[in-house]
């Protein structure tokens, strides 16, 4: 039986640069029956050219425009000139990954659906880096509606009959919002596949990372039109929230703070009021949703712009957005500066001089091959403003030059603070097993697990030490976890969002607990603890407790939270003040789902015969594992 056809669109306008690497992407696909619908629109650089290298190609349909139509029209024009059964968007500056095809169909087919979702790779082509943009909440229809990818076409396959009924808007920018969601919001079924990655390339002169102008405001006859499209739909209002939300409501709060001259950007302001005011953005859900995600002085900065960009008061509002790009450009530090042993220095002398707190506080720094960081860390851990009372660096037989490094700062730091360096001699091959030799060997009080490439704010320990003084019986302090890349830089301000899996709101206030509560109502589903880096645990033989978290690859550390809990109360404060980070390299970045999974289910069996399971955990147990059976096409 022959697979059904693929039929990819890519309309090219001057990216001879770009092109073949594109082209190239999709002819060397796995997947056998595709078709390739090249459209050129005019284009007065080379890419003509190098398309007619590829019109003998039997997979290939070269269509060449008469005029420069824009990208809508050849997309219309490339769909009537196609013959697949389903259909795909490919921007000729961008690629994707020999199978990326081939993964799409599997997932449509062992899933039944009309449409496959997949993540983007932003790939910035000035500083040669990668960004991973990912979809959220992708268990309901209203999910893949309210996320940053929803709109964009080429991330997506559809089935063809979907996308028949609904031409894009020609001479418009942002042109894929009518056209995609209609069809998201039509199909019976939309199924997201994880591991799969359309490579999005970040030019400097294309359009979406062009000057703001005033074409950017066609968004809002999309939205109209995406509106209209749908008002039939069973769920129109949540769906209308979600839309003005991602296409309307962001660009208020991310786009505008962006454009540098004042008087252009006021000019802009009172012309969004005008077109936005029919769609009560204040009232808005999702918007509210969002400040409820933030942190307190970013909440009062939103609320304050809205009120007054809705209350017409356009000078104040361009006002406050320059203050803000003031503050962050000239006041605001880097999360990560520049580290120097006199910095180092400096920073363990006041440390050291400060009055003994209630409790005393053991750090310890597993690291494996996290030379570049140590000094990093160090700092961070110094400059608490918390006395810290030793601090263990365990090192786990690095093969980089971890050992030369931690040599170095042991010998900068002696003379001022209790600091010993552990080398094993052979890789323990476990986390646990560092965490718990850490236990085994501190003498405070609490023990901070502060993993060696993590980060944290000076006041985290003060945060985290606070309930302490009220609740002697505490064994879990810790924070809200901000995700940070291999250079420092912010990718996710707050794990909140990622860890509520029942939208309870639980951790958006501080709050202390008894364990065994916050097990029952929450623990119990998944690990609502984002990084060890982040807590403060109470010295205690836990050698049980390790030996079984370390039978796991990559779920232990929540069976080891949860096992502490049952011993005590739970601290949490909201503040993020905890860097988590994200490099490709540890342990957390590696994962295989059919494993994965595999630890969830022993897990809970655990936990049902340990500390008992009711109907209602079952119920969201059940609903979770059936969730991730689909998204990880797992039997």
Excluded at 559 to 588: C, D, E, P, W
């Amino acid at each position: 039986m022959e697979k059904e056809k693929i039929s990819v669109i890519v309309s090219v306008y001057n990216t001879e640069k770009y092109v073949k690497k594109c082209i190239d992407s999709i002819l060397n696909q796995t997947y056998s029956n595709l078709e390739l619908v090249l459209i050129d629109d005019k284009s007065t650089d080379k890419s003509l050219e190098i398309l007619r290298e590829y019109k003998n190609n039997p997979k290939v349909i070269l269509i060449e425009n008469q005029e420069n139509k824009g990208l809508s029209y050849s997309r219309n024009i490339g769909l009537k000139k196609s013959h697949g059964d389903y259909i795909g968007y490919i921007d000729s500056d961008d690629y994707i990954e020999p199978d990326y095809y081939e993964k799409l169909m599997d997932a449509i087919q062992k899933e039944k659906a009309d449409i496959a979702v997949c993540d983007m790779k932003l790939y910035y082509e000035k500083n040669k880096t990668f960004q991973i943009s990912r979809g959220n909440n992708l268990d309901t229809k209203i999910g893949f509606i309210h996320n940053g990818l929803a709109a964009s076409a080429c991330n997506k396959l559809f089935k063809r009959k979907i996308m028949e009924k609904y031409p894009f808007a020609e001479g418009k920018v942002n042109e894929d919002i009518a056209v995609v969601i209609p069809a998201l919001v039509e199909a019976k079924k939309i199924v997201y596949v994880p591991d799969v990655y359309y490579y999005y390339v970040q030019r400097e002169n294309s359009i979406q990372n062009s000057h703001f102008s005033e074409k950017r405001f066609d968004i809002f006859a999309g939205v109209d039109s995406t509106l209209e499209r749908i008002k039939k739909a069973k769920d129109f209002e949540a769906y209308k929230d979600a839309i003005v939300y991602n296409q309307i409501i962001v660009l208020l709060l991310y786009v505008f703070p962006k454009i540098k001259n004042r008087k252009e950007r006021k000019r802009y302001l009172k012309k969004y009021n005008e077109l936005s005011a029919k769609y009560n953005i204040r009232q808005n859900s999702f918007f509210w949703e969002f400040l409820d995600s933030t942190n307190t002085k970013s909440k009062i900065y939103y609320k304050l712009l809205f009120k007054l960009e809705c209350n017409g008061h356009y000078f104040l509002a361009n006002q406050l957005i320059s203050f803000l790009n003031f503050f962050q450009k000239y006041l605001k530090k880097k999360i990560i500066p520049k580290i120097t042993n006199k910095m180092l220095v400096r920073e363990v002398i006041k440390n050291q001089r400060r009055r003994p707190s209630k409790y005393k506080i053991s750090v310890v720094v597993p690291n494996y091959n996290y030379a570049r960081f140590l000094k990093q860390r160090l700092y961070s851990i110094l400059k608490q403003k918390i006395k810290i009372y030793e601090i263990l660096i365990l090192d786990d037989c690095s093969t980089d030059t971890s050992r030369y490094e931690i040599n170095s700062l042991v010998s900068l730091l002696e003379n001022y603070i209790n600091i010993r360096k552990i080398y094993n001699a052979k890789n323990s091959g476990s986390a646990f097993k560092q965490w718990e030799k850490g236990f085994e060997m501190a003498c405070g009080d609490y023990v901070w697990i502060a993993e060696a490439d993590d980060y944290c704010d000076s006041k985290m320990l003060k945060n985290l030490v606070k309930p302490l003084n009220t609740y002697s019986d505490i064994v879990i302090s810790y924070c809200d976890t901000a995700f940070i890349n291999a250079e420092g830089k912010m990718t996710l301000p707050t794990i909140k969002n990622e860890i509520d899996f029942m939208n309870t709101k639980h951790w958006n206030q501080d709050f202390v607990n008894d364990g065994k509560e916050e097990y029952k109502n929450y623990a119990f589903l998944n690990c609502t603890i984002a990084n060890v880096s982040s807590t403060l645990i109470k010295k205690d033989y836990y050698h049980d407790f390790f030996e079984l978290s370390g039978q796991f690859k990559q779920a232990g550390d929540w069976l080891f939270y949860v096992n502490i809990m049952q011993k005590g109360k739970i601290a949490y404060s909201n503040k993020t003040l905890n860097y988590y980070r994200v490099h490709g390299n540890n342990v957390s970045s590696i994962t295989k789902k059919d494993e994965h999974l595999k630890e969830l289910e022993k897990i809970y069996k655990y936990f049902e015969e340990h500390y008992g399971l009711n109907s209602f955990q079952k119920k969201q147990i059940k609903k979770r594992i059936s969730f991730l059976k689909n998204v990880w096409h797992l039997k």
